[in-house]
């Protein structure tokens, strides 16, 4: 079957992303060569996958010139995609040995330097998309908001969000500059966004989420405990009914919820991805939906 990715636009006059995107985090862990870099890219596009989601620190600092290089090779790849990368960590690394401790940094300064840098490394000179990777104890909304305005100003950022804050947080610095995500954790391994207001609040407010680590990280497959194996079984036994696969059932149980997240997929394995793309097109019903709560809370609901 051959579908192609649908679109989504995260919020009135926000960025039109695809429904699944692609997150890079793993990429060096990936080992490609860089001619299995475009390879990769390209065979994403021919799915409609068309956003692929970076971060400053991923692969210690290293992804985004590892991407940055597949684009060098292919240069017109870089019209066909949405980049989305964000800063707001300092790492410990070799490569940033002014770092002496693991911290946030959201002040202007940083903010942007960060985002000056990704666009060197990634070889382009706007990101669609820049977010705040974690919330801050020292964040100052207002220059945030002002960091992110100059950024646009210049052309350099054209949509900006956030990540992993909680609902008040999110809409805190919304009051001060139109904010396109919040990029959060979802999976059945960790169902919290929609039980502590992130996902009724960006409902509220017509704003798309995105999720990360939709296998828990690989948990969902890996962990021996009886919270995924239950969620195995009860995601198989649907996938067999339907004769869908296990991947598509599970990203079709994240996009069913009305705040319409969009899943980010980990994995450097173009089946894996195409299973996601196909979750795009299966509907589950309700009680389906439910049968997958229940096996990752452990209970009815009330
Ligand atoms: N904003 C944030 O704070 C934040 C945090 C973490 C991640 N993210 C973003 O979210 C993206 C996705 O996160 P993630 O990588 O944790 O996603 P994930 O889909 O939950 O986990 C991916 C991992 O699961 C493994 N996996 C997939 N299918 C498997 C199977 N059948 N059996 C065993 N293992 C399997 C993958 O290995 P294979 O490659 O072998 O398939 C990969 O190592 C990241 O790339 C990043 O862009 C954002």
Redesign the pocket.
């Known amino acids: 079957m051959t579908l192609t990715c649908p679109r989504i636009t995260t919020r009135d006059n926000g960025p039109t992303l695809s429904r699944i995107?692609?997150?890079?985090?793993?990429?060096t862990?990936?080992n490609m060569p860089v001619q299995e870099r475009v390879a990769f890219i390209e065979q994403c596009l021919d799915m409609g996958v068309t956003t692929f989601?970076?971060?400053d620190i991923?692969g210690d600092y290293g992804v985004e010139a590892v991407f940055g290089d597949a684009l060098r090779v292919q240069p017109s790849l870089r019209g066909r995609i949405e980049l989305?990368s964000?800063c707001g960590i300092k790492l410990i690394s070799s490569k940033r040995p002014q770092h002496g401790i693991q911290h946030y940094d959201t002040s202007a300064a940083h903010i942007i330097a960060s985002a000056e840098e990704s666009l060197r490394q990634l070889g382009t000179d706007y990101l669609d998309l820049l977010?705040i990777?974690?919330p801050d104890p020292l964040m100052d909304f207002d220059e945030v908001a002002e960091a992110f305005s100059r950024l646009q100003q210049g052309g350099k950022v054209r949509h900006v969000g956030v990540?992993?804050f909680t609902r008040h947080q999110f809409e805190c610095l919304n009051r001060r500059i139109a904010l396109a995500t919040n990029?959060?954790?979802f999976?059945p391994?960790v169902t919290t966004p929609m039980f502590d207001q992130t996902f009724d609040g960006l409902q509220d407010l017509g704003i798309a989420p995105?999720?990360?680590?939709?296998?828990?990280?690989?948990?969902?497959?890996?962990a021996d405990d009886a919270q995924a194996a239950n969620v195995r079984a009860v995601i198989q036994e649907i996938a067999d009914r339907l004769q869908q696969p296990?991947?598509s059932v599970l990203f079709a149980w994240i996009m069913m919820l009305p705040s319409r997240p969009i899943?980010?997929?980990?994995?450097?394995?173009i089946a894996?991805i195409r299973d996601a793309v196909q979750g795009t097109a299966v509907e589950l019903a309700r009680d389906d939906w439910f049968r997958i709560l229940r096996a990752a809370r452990g209970h009815e609901v009330a």
Do not use: C, I
């Not at 995107?21 to 990429?27: K, N, P, S, T, V």
């Not at 899943?263 to 394995?269: A, K, V």
């Open positions: 995107a692609a997150g890079m985090w793993r990429m862990e990936w989601d970076h971060a991923y989305v964000k977010l990777h974690r990540s992993n990029q959060v954790e999976s391994m995105m999720a990360w680590s939709p296998l828990g990280g690989g948990r969902l497959f890996s296990f991947l899943p980010l997929t980990g994995t450097g394995r894996g």
